[in-house]
C-alpha cells in the first residue's frame, strides 16, 4: 500500500512532510542551536543570523523552541491515533460477532463519547489525574475512538453477510478464521484512512491544549505554546506567529494529504481494485 | 441416506417461506428441486448447511441429526466437509481478494490440512474441473463466469463431500458451458456423491436428475422420478413448469393451456 501511496503526487509530499515532521520528533532537541530555556537579554528580537527566527518575550531562540518542542507535539499525535485505534477497531469488529446486546452497548457507547466536547473533557482530565500530555492525550484516544469503531464495524458488517463468508462457514470456519481470512483485508483500507486523518486531528488538539498552557510545565517548549506565547506580544513583532503556525499547519495539512492519498489508492478493497485496474488495461487475460 | 428432510418449517420474520417439507437424496443419486424465484428453493438448501435456522422438522445429513446443532457441533461437523454448497452466484461467493486456489485451497486449511497437501490438491482438483492451471493464481475478477463457477465447484468438492448441493449452478452458463458443466455432474454423480440440483428450469434439471422435487409457495407439491414429472405430472403448478419448457416435449402446451392450468392454479389456491 505504501509503494502505491508514493506513486501519487500528493502522497509523495505528504509522505516526505510526515518524514521531515518525524525527523524533527527524533532530533529536534539535538539539532536546536541554543537552549530552549535559557533567556537573554536580546528579547523579542527580529530574525537575524544568531536567531534565525527571533526571540520571544524572555529572550529565548525560537527556532531552537520549536526544534525542542517537536516531540511532544508529535508523540501526542501519534498517542492519540494509536490509543483510539486500538480502542475502537477491536469492538468495531466484535460488534458484529458478539451477539445483540455487546453490539447495543458498543454502539450506545460510541454516541455517547461522540456527544462529549473533547477539548473540555482532556482539560477536565488533566485537572483530575495531574498536568500530562500523555493523560490528556490518553482521553482524546478514546473520545475520538468512536470514528474507528464506526469504520471497522461498517467495513466488517460488509463482508460478513457476504456470500464468500459463507461458503467459509459452510466449510467449517469459526468466526476468528472469517476475520484473520477475509475481514481484516477489507477493513484494512479504511483504518489506514482513518489513522491518517485522526494523527492530523491529533496535532491539532495536542496543539490547543498546549496553546492553553495545558499538558506541559511552562518553561518547556512546544508548538502550541510557542504560538500562544507570541500571540501575546503581536504589536511588537506582527510575523512572529508565522512559524508555530506554519508548522501545526502544514502537518496537519500533510496527515489529511495522506489520508486522500491512501483513499485514493485502496478505493473498495485492496487486490481487487489493483485488479480492475489491470482489466481496464487489457493486460489481463480473459477467457 | 445421504440427505434426509423432513417436515421442515422454515420462518423469516412472520413469512412462512418453507411449509413442510420433506425432502430425501441417497449416494450416488441426484434430485432436481425445481420451483419459481421466491419459491423457497434456497432457503431449503441453506436449511441444510445451518445457515437458516428451521423452525420445526428434521435435517439428517450423512446419518447424523444435525437439526438441534449450533456452534461449535455443527463447525465440526461442517469441517468434516461432508455437506458442501455450491452458491448461485460464483462471483459474489469468492473473496475478491483471494487468489483462485487460496479459495479452492480454504475449506482443506480449515480443516488444518498443511498449506502443501492442500495447494497439491488445489491443482487435482483443477484439473478435475478442467480449470487452467495458470488460472490458480488469478484473481477472481480476472475469470470468465464459467472459470468461476468451475472454481466454487473445486472449492466444494476438495473436502470430498458426500452431499453436494448446487445452487443453480448453471443458470448463469452459456449453452455450450452449461452442457459441460452438466456433462461434469453426471460424472460426479457416477462418483456416488449425492446431489441436490436447485433450479428455476425443469428444462436443465430434467437431463440430469433421477427424481424431481417441485417447490412451490414453500411446499413440495410434487415428487417423483424425473420422466414421471415430466411425461405425467400431477400437480397443475408442475404442468405448468413443463408447458412452459418447450424443450422438453415435441411441441409446447399452447397459450391457451397454460392460461388453463393457471386458472385452475388460482382456483385450488396457494397452500396460504
Not at chain 2, 487452467?132 to 477472481?140: I, K, M, T, V
Amino acid at each position: 500500500m505504501i509503494r502505491r501511496v508514493l506513486r501519487l503526487t500528493s502522497g509523495r509530499i505528504a509522505i516526505g512532510i510526515l518524514g521531515f515532521i518525524a525527523f524533527l520528533a527524533v532530533f529536534g532537541p539535538i539539532l536546536a542551536p541554543q537552549d530552549p530555556l535559557e533567556g537573554t537579554t536580546d528579547i523579542l528580537a527580529n530574525p537575524s543570523s544568531a536567531h534565525l527566527l527571533g526571540t520571544d518575550y524572555l529572550g529565548r531562540d525560537v527556532l531552537s523552541r520549536l526544534l525542542d518542542g517537536s516531540r511532544v507535539s508529535v508523540l501526542g499525535a501519534v498517542q492519540v491515533a494509536l490509543i483510539a485505534l486500538v480502542v475502537g477497531v477491536v469492538p468495531g469488529i466484535l460488534s458484529v460477532y458478539f451477539g445483540r446486546a455487546f453490539e447495543w452497548v458498543t454502539l450506545r457507547l460510541a454516541d455517547t463519547l461522540v456527544a462529549l466536547p473533547f477539548l473540555v473533557f482532556a482539560v477536565a482530565v488533566t485537572a483530575l489525574l495531574g498536568n500530562g500530555i500523555p493523560q490528556a492525550m490518553f482521553v482524546v484516544g478514546i473520545m475520538v475512538s468512536p470514528l474507528f469503531y464506526r469504520v471497522a464495524r461498517a467495513a466488517t458488517l460488509s463482508v460478513a453477510r457476504s456470500q464468500y463468508v459463507e461458503a467459509a462457514i459452510v466449510a467449517g470456519a469459526s468466526v476468528g478464521w472469517v476475520v484473520r481470512k477475509h475481514v481484516w483485508v477489507k477493513v484494512l483500507p479504511p483504518i489506514a484512512v482513518a489513522l491518517a486523518n485522526t494523527t492530523g486531528v491529533g496535532f491539532v488538539i495536542v496543539s490547543s491544549l498546549t496553546f492553553l498552557g495545558i499538558g506541559v510545565q511552562p518553561p518547556a517548549p512546544t508548538w502550541g505554546g510557542v504560538l500562544a506565547s507570541e500571540l501575546g506580544y503581536l504589536s511588537f513583532q506582527p510575523w512572529a506567529p508565522l512559524a508555530p503556525t506554519a508548522l501545526i499547519m502544514a502537518t496537519v495539512w500533510a496527515c489529511n494529504l495522506l489520508a486522500d492519498a491512501i483513499r485514493d489508492v485502496t478505493g473498495q478493497a485492496g487486490r481487487a481494485l489493483l485488479n480492475t485496474r489491470k482489466v481496464a488495461d487489457g493486460s489481463a487475460v480473459t477467457a | 441416506m445421504s440427505l434426509e428432510v423432513s417436515n421442515l418449517d422454515v420462518h423469516y420474520g412472520r413469512t412462512h417461506a418453507l411449509r413442510g417439507a420433506s425432502l430425501s437424496v441417497a449416494a450416488g443419486e441426484t434430485v432436481g428441486l425445481i420451483g419459481e424465484t421466491g419459491s423457497g428453493k434456497s432457503t431449503l438448501a441453506r436449511a441444510v448447511v445451518g445457515l437458516v435456522r428451521p423452525s420445526a422438522g428434521r435435517v439428517t445429513v450423512a446419518g447424523e441429526d444435525v437439526t438441534g446443532y449450533r456452534g461449535r457441533r455443527w463447525r465440526a461437523l461442517r469441517r468434516r466437509g461432508l455437506v458442501q454448497y455450491v452458491f448461485q452466484d460464483p462471483l459474489r461467493s469468492l473473496d475478491p481478494d483471494l487468489t483462485v486456489e487460496e479459495s479452492i485451497v480454504e475449506p482443506l486449511l480449515i480443516q488444518g490440512r498443511p498449506r502443501r497437501a492442500a495447494a497439491e490438491r488445489a491443482r487435482e482438483l483443477a484439473a478435475r474441473v478442467h480449470l487452467d492451471e495458470a488460472l490458480l493464481s488469478r484473481l477472481p475478477g480476472e475469470l470468465s463466469g464459467g472459470q468461476r463457477q468451475r472454481v466454487t465447484v473445486a472449492r466444494a468438492l476438495i473436502t470430498e463431500p458426500r452431499v453436494v448441493i448446487l445452487d443453480e449452478p448453471v443458470s448463469a452458463l452459456d449453452a455450450a458451458t452449461r452442457v459441460r458443466a452438466l456433462e461434469f455432474f453426471k460424472q460426479l454423480r457416477a462418483s456416488g456423491t449425492a446431489l441436490l440440483f436447485i433450479s428455476h428450469d425443469l428444462g436443465s434439471v430434467a437431463g440430469i436428475a433421477d427424481r424431481i422435487a417441485v417447490l412451490y409457495q414453500g411446499e413440495i407439491v410434487e415428487t417423483g422420478p424425473a420422466r414421471t414429472i415430466v411425461n405425467a405430472a400431477e400437480h397443475p403448478y408442475t404442468r405448468l413448469l413443463v408447458g412452459s419448457a418447450p424443450t422438453l416435449r415435441s411441441a409446447a402446451a399452447d397459450r391457451a393451456e397454460r392460461e388453463e392450468l393457471r386458472a385452475l392454479l388460482q382456483t385450488i389456491g396457494g397452500p396460504a
